[in-house]
Nanobody, 124 residues
Framework: QVQLVESGGGLVQAGDSLRLSCAAS????????MGWFRQAPRKEREFVAA????????YYADVVKGRFTISRDNAKNTMYLQMNSLKPDDTFVYYC?????????????????WGQGTQVTVSS
């Protein structure tokens, strides 16, 4: 079955960096657009970034543009989110997700597969 496993979250201070990873199994990785979302308790999941199957197209939410970088290594079936200049407002559970490669993947409703999430906490 499809599994998406996030790692790399943690507690950091404002201004620090983190790199999240999402290891995928049970699917043909290159058939999927991949995305990162984040969610606070009792709030809707929000889009962070998405990357096309080949990695040549990337999309970002305005609030992370210029600070976060999404990438993927298709040989390793892994996606990454490099997060720099972190702010307390970036404190969320971060989820990776997979959707058909025909989709841009900007809306969480487009996604069929989800990881379990990894907590990122940024202290001031």
């Amino acid at each position: 079955q499809v599994q998406l496993v996030e790692s790399g979250g943690g507690l950091v201070q404002a201004g620090d960096s983190l790199r999240l990873s999402c290891a995928a199994s049970g699917l043909t990785f290159t058939m999927y657009t991949m995305g990162w979302f984040r969610q606070a308790p009792r709030k809707e999941r929000e889009f962070v970034a998405a990357i096309s199957w080949s990695g040549d197209r990337t999309y970002y939410a305005d609030v992370v543009k210029g600070r976060f970088t999404i990438s993927r290594d298709n040989a390793k079936n892994t996606m990454y989110l490099q997060m720099n200049s972190l702010k307390p407002d970036d404190t969320f559970v971060y989820y990776c997700a997979a959707t058909s490669r025909s989709r841009r993947g900007l809306d969480y409703l487009e996604y069929a597969y989800w990881g379990q999430g990894t907590q990122v906490t940024v202290s001031s």
